[in-house]
């Protein structure tokens, strides 16, 4: 089965950083993935965990933990196009599916 | 811009019409996905296509029919639609086997009447 649960939304200030958690329960999982949404846009690809550590992509790093079923995306030095709806989402292995949590919206505030 | 592109990006329809959604992917990929996303709720996976044959459909009614030519056109034909069936409808695609990224159209929103 899967449940991936994620925070509905969080405020943070312009030039702050914000840590948007991810918990799973995902059956035979191999991988993490991280999507950005502004509204009204497609979702664009953020990152992919399959090793448990942190990946750090400019202003961007993600972390996994497999063990504790846990993940977690920091944005730093947030600017004003950060504000988006962020989607974690949970792969299994062999398999086409990726089940999608419900999205944290971000705001971000001068 | 993604390589993947759905037209109409707007579609409002009564509950006795017919319609389709188009979805292109100039990404050289095989893989194709229709996903429903309703506010609040998580991204909905309906149906999967790989190098053409369906072989994923999760417990959709059958007034959603999807439909794939080639691997690089993917159609959601409508008809007889609910009100509750109102909701941004995505397409994606990827590389056989789903191994890698998902790229996503920027989805077509659906208002039913």
């Known amino acids: 089965g899967q449940n991936i649960d994620q925070p509905t939304e969080m405020t943070a200030t312009e030039g702050a950083i914000v840590q948007i958690n991810c918990t799973y329960q995902?059956?035979?999982?191999?991988?993490l993935f991280w999507y950005q949404q502004h509204a009204g846009e497609a979702p664009t690809f953020l990152s992919y965990?399959?090793?448990?550590g942190l990946e750090e992509k400019g202003r961007f790093s993600s972390f996994l933990s497999r063990s504790k079923g846990y993940s977690y995306l920091l944005l730093k030095e947030l600017q004003m196009k950060d504000s988006a709806s962020y989607l974690c989402?949970?792969?299994?292995?062999?398999?086409?599916?990726?089940?999608f949590g419900a999205g944290t919206t971000v705001t971000v505030r001068a | 811009e993604t390589g993947v592109t759905q037209t109409p990006r707007h579609l409002v329809m009564g509950m006795t019409n017919k319609k389709s959604l188009k979805c292109e992917q100039h990404?050289?990929?095989?893989?194709m996905y229709w996903y429903k996303q309703s506010a609040k709720k998580p991204l909905e996976l309906m149906f999967v296509?790989?190098?053409?044959?369906?072989?994923e459909n999760n417990s959709v009614p059958s007034r959603f029919s999807p439909e794939c030519p080639n691997s690089s056109h993917l159609f959601l034909h409508l008809h007889t639609l609910q009100p509750e069936d109102s909701a941004l409808y995505l397409c994606?695609?990827?590389?056989?086997?789903?191994?890698?990224?998902?790229?996503f159209g920027p989805g077509t929103r659906l208002t039913v009447l």
């Open positions: 995902t059956s035979g999982f191999n991988g």
């Open positions: 990404l050289g990929h095989n893989a």
């Open positions: 994606a695609s990827s590389t056989q086997g789903g191994g890698g990224e998902q790229f």
């Open positions: 965990n399959v090793l448990d």
């Open positions: 989402a949970a792969r299994r292995s062999n398999d086409y599916k990726l089940s």
């Open positions: 296509y790989s190098l053409e044959e369906r072989v």
